[in-house]
């Protein structure tokens, strides 16, 4: 009894730290590997180079700044130019598009659904959720409807939104159903908000934490989807997806390594940002 | 404040009769308790004054208007929720002026009544925190705050204090049924709880399966039970009523 008392906790933070290390460990290597000049073993040796971060980045004159992401000058001031990667932001903005979708779409239904009985309910859950199928299935059906959308960023946009709808409705329909959604907006109500004024101001607020969670999760995955990039891309800008697999595919092992950290930084990076968004935005609280 | 007067209400959902004529006044600064089982239809006989119900047949009159088909954000009612449903995006005083704020009353003013109502209710020096971070007793103060601040027409209460423990009850009771009185709220409490209804409200009318069973003061219903229902819902809570020797 004692004796798995005094076991039991040290224990499960053993098990813990185990598991953490073993997944943060991959992670932690690929970017070590990054700044390596070689990586021929099991672990990167020759350090430390920025070499493959400025191939990747498109900064170095190489054969492989070809695939990277057009430098833009943003702005120039007595000849120093401030250039952007304008194909980086491009292609962030393609996921987060497919996420801005997924808000003013996913939100109402999720709301519709965990607030009201009627008739079609389920259906209308069993549609929200239908689009968990692959993205490469979606990707060849998806062409087949709107051959018209077929490699344009907007085509992109839609289709991960249609792709991630799911994770948004879940997430924050779960929110919604955690709260006294009904009492919340009676009380508004009857404060003197109108409807619309109730929903923007009280019910979209309180739900905040289940649509950052939704948001992250939606861009995240979209930023990632391979197939359905793969089936609709065409030209120009390429999706982050696919700009992540040509650096993997072509390159040496470290050269892959800095491609890989620079998506782990934007993905924290966007994280980040939708976190904070999602708290200062919506609160009116001074903490 | 103004006498609410309930006449003839039906109210159905498909083959269920909710409310089968009810007819009910609320005299202007009284507290009127709704007291019976679940189901009975007290809830929307409360959700009928506040507009979230439109009644098949029957009126509702707020004084001399008739309010039977105005919409819930034109009545000019306070609710009270068990579930306290206070806004966790907004701070304790954000939520009490919330309504002062729908009316456009200018910032200053509402900053000022929104503390002093905290203040009457004893969460004076709360104003600033997160609703989230309070106790339940706390956050139904912040409830009641926030709807006495738009000086409702009624305040309807439903079942205000059935997630809190006895003790914090039986201080709330008191406190709260002071502070309405002394306010000359008019007010419509629905629960479940005989004991509480009997301690709190000017009058009680018990309901069952849709229809009164019963309207008077709460020593009529006691001593003088009109049907056998009410005899025997009403005993239930005897041991703790002040007026009855053992």
């Known amino acids: 009894m004692s004796v798995s008392r005094q076991a039991g906790r040290p224990g499960v933070a053993a098990v813990l730290f185990l598991a953490v290390g073993f997944l943060i460990a991959p992670v932690l290597l690929t970017i070590a590997g990054s700044f390596a000049t070689e990586w021929t073993g099991a672990l990167p040796s020759g350090f430390v180079t920025f070499e493959n971060w400025r191939e990747v980045l498109g900064l170095a004159e190489t054969i492989g700044s070809q695939r990277s992401m057009g430098w833009d000058t943003l702005l120039s001031v007595g000849g120093v130019a401030l250039a952007v990667p304008s194909e980086l932001f491009f292609s962030v903005g393609l996921a987060l598009g497919g996420v801005l979708i997924n808000l003013v779409v996913g939100v109402p239904i999720a709301y519709v659904v965990a607030r009201y009985e009627f008739r079609g309910k389920e259906w209308v859950n069993a549609v929200s959720v239908l689009p968990l199928v692959p993205g490469v299935i979606l990707g060849v059906a998806f062409l087949r409807a709107y051959p018209n959308l077929s490699g344009t960023s907007f085509g992109l946009i839609v289709g991960y939104s249609l792709l991630k709808a799911p994770f948004m409705v879940m997430a924050v329909r779960s929110e919604f159903e955690s709260m006294p959604l009904q009492q919340l907006e009676e009380s508004a109500r009857s404060l003197g908000a109108s409807w619309p004024r109730t929903f923007l101001t009280v019910i979209v607020p309180n739900a905040r934490s289940g649509i950052v969670a939704g948001s992250i999760i939606c861009w995240t995955l979209a930023a990632a989807e391979f197939n359905f990039s793969y089936v609709v891309w065409a030209k120009g800008t390429q999706p982050l997806a696919l700009f992540l697999q040509r650096h993997i595919s072509n390159s040496t092992f470290t050269k892959a390594a800095a491609a890989v950290s620079m998506f782990f930084c934007i993905v924290v990076a966007i994280t980040l940002l939708l976190q904070r968004v999602g708290t200062h935005g919506f609160t009116t609280r001074r903490t | ?246």
Not at chain 2, 12 to 20: K, M, P
Not at chain 2, 29 to 40: A, F, K, Y
Not at chain 2, 62 to 91: H, I, S
Request: hydrophobic share 40%; net charge negative.
């Open chain 2, 1 to 246: 404040m103004a006498r609410v007067q309930l006449d003839s209400i039906v109210k159905t959902y498909g083959e269920t009769t909710a409310l089968g004529g009810v007819s009910l006044t609320v005299a202007d600064g009284e507290i009127l308790g709704v007291l019976g089982p679940s189901g009975c239809g007290k809830t929307t006989t409360l959700r009928t004054v506040a507009g979230f119900e439109t009644p098949d047949s029957g009126t509702v009159r707020f004084g001399e208007d008739d309010v039977t088909t105005l919409p819930p954000e034109d009545r000019n009612v306070g609710l009270v929720f068990q579930e306290y449903a206070l806004f966790d995006n907004m701070t304790v005083r954000e939520n009490v002026s919330f309504g002062l704020k729908m009316r456009d009353v200018s910032g200053e003013e509402r900053r000022e009544r929104a503390d002093d109502l905290l203040e009457m209710l004893g969460i004076g020096e709360m104003g600033e925190r997160d609703p989230t971070t309070l106790s339940g007793g706390q956050q139904q103060r912040v409830g009641l705050a926030r709807a006495l601040a738009i000086e409702p027409r009624i305040l309807l209460l439903d079942e205000p204090m059935t997630g809190l423990d006895a003790k914090l009850k039986a201080r709330l009771r008191a406190e709260v049924g002071d502070l309405l009185d002394e306010l000359g709220v008019t007010g419509l409490y629905v629960t479940h709880d005989q004991e509480e209804a009997m301690l709190m409200c000017d009058r009680v009318a018990v309901m069952n399966e849709g229809h009164l069973e019963q309207v008077g003061t709460p020593r009529e219903i006691y001593e003088e039970p009109k049907s056998e229902f009410v005899a025997e819902f009403v005993s239930l809570s005897a041991p703790a009523l002040p007026f009855v020797e053992w």
